[in-house]
């Protein structure tokens, strides 16, 4: 039968396609694509003309169907993403599971992500990370994700798109206070390449005061709680206890 590829694909500089890359997506049978018009022009660019499918979070249970059938008759498929590597915050989770659940080989052919562009560059602790992905859009839900991780050690790292930016380091702010270390890391690969670092009332006064300090993608980072926001966080919660004790009967 047949293999499916899951090829990662730039996220700006075209130059990061890997020759490896390149080979297989003019390999293979067909590519699946979240965006055909978005990766025509990519194609396009490498010289690679393929048939495609369209395979993206709305349509994706009833399109694997489609490329399982194809490796069932013994020809390779490619999973693309817009940018980036596939099933990263990206679709792909059902067709890949699917394939495995069938037996069919899947194998990665790895290239640029931004989550991992990001962290190796930023300067935080990355011998552990928690990638969480997009923040909930509703403000509310953001908060409370934040809320829920802010005594988190690890660094942590999401996705963002443009036009939440300011809103988002605003409510970090809110909820791990102006000390807290961040890392933003803007339109990596591309010609306005910016990274924000420092204590979070800095980094929002920075970005606040850039005209264009708002455009382009953003990978956000946090520093992990340290040890004395943890024991902060403990003292907390033995007033919480000690006052729920004299309350209770
Ligand atoms: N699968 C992709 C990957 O491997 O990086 C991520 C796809 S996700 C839908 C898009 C998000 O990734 C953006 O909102 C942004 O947070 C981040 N991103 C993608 N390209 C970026 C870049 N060049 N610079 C900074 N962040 C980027």
């Given at each position: 039968?047949?293999t499916?590829?899951?090829?990662?694909?730039?996220?700006?500089?075209?130059?990061d396609?890997?020759?490896?890359?390149?080979?297989?997506?003019?390999?293979?049978s067909?590519i699946?694509?979240?965006?055909?018009?978005?990766?025509?022009?990519?194609?396009?660019?490498?010289?690679?003309?393929?048939?495609?499918?369209?395979?993206?979070?709305h349509?994706?249970r009833?399109k694997a169907?489609?490329?399982?059938?194809?490796?069932?008759?013994?020809?390779?498929?490619a999973?693309?993403?817009?940018?980036?590597?596939?099933?990263?915050?990206?679709?792909?989770?059902?067709?890949?599971?699917?394939a495995?659940?069938?037996?069919?080989r899947?194998?990665?052919?790895p290239?640029?992500?931004?989550?991992?562009a990001?962290?190796?560059?930023?300067?935080?602790p990355?011998?552990r990370?928690l990638?969480?992905?997009?923040?909930?859009?509703?403000?509310?839900?953001?908060?409370?994700?934040?809320?829920?991780?802010?005594?988190?050690?690890?660094?942590?790292v999401?996705?963002?798109s443009?036009h939440?930016?300011?809103?988002?380091v605003?409510e970090?702010?809110?909820?791990?206070?102006?000390e807290r270390?961040?890392v933003?890391?803007?339109?990596l690969?591309?010609?306005?390449?910016?990274?924000?670092?420092?204590?979070?009332?800095?980094?929002?006064?920075?970005?606040?005061?850039?005209p264009?300090?708002?455009r382009?993608?953003?990978v956000?980072?946090?520093?992990?709680?340290?040890?004395?926001?943890?024991?902060?966080?403990?003292?907390?919660?033995?007033r919480?206890l000690?006052?729920?004790?004299t309350?209770?009967?």
């Open positions: 039968s047949g499916l590829y899951i090829v990662a694909t730039p996220i700006g500089n075209l130059e396609m890997s020759p490896r890359a390149t080979a297989i997506l003019s390999r293979v067909v699946a694509a979240e965006d055909t018009r978005h990766s025509g022009r990519l194609l396009q660019y490498l010289g690679v003309r393929k048939p495609m499918v369209a395979l993206h979070d349509n994706e009833d169907g489609l490329v399982l059938d194809r490796l069932a008759a013994s020809q390779d498929v999973l693309i993403s817009d940018a980036g590597t596939p099933l990263i915050s990206d679709p792909g989770y059902v067709l890949v599971r699917e495995r659940a069938r037996g069919f899947v194998s990665p052919v290239g640029a992500c931004a989550l991992v990001a962290l190796s560059a930023a300067g935080l990355t011998d990370f990638f969480e992905g997009f923040l909930p859009s509703r403000q509310g839900a953001r908060k409370a994700a934040l809320e829920r991780l802010s005594g988190e050690s690890a660094t942590l999401f996705y963002e443009p939440r930016i300011v809103e988002t605003r970090i702010e809110r909820v791990m206070g102006g270390e961040l933003l890391a803007r339109e690969t591309k010609t306005f390449e910016t990274f924000y670092a420092g204590p979070v009332g800095r980094v929002r006064e920075s970005l606040e005061a850039d264009h300090g708002s382009g993608e953003f956000v980072m946090i520093h992990g709680a340290s040890a004395e926001e943890l024991t902060a966080g403990s003292v907390e919660v033995d919480v000690a006052l729920l004790l309350e209770l009967p």
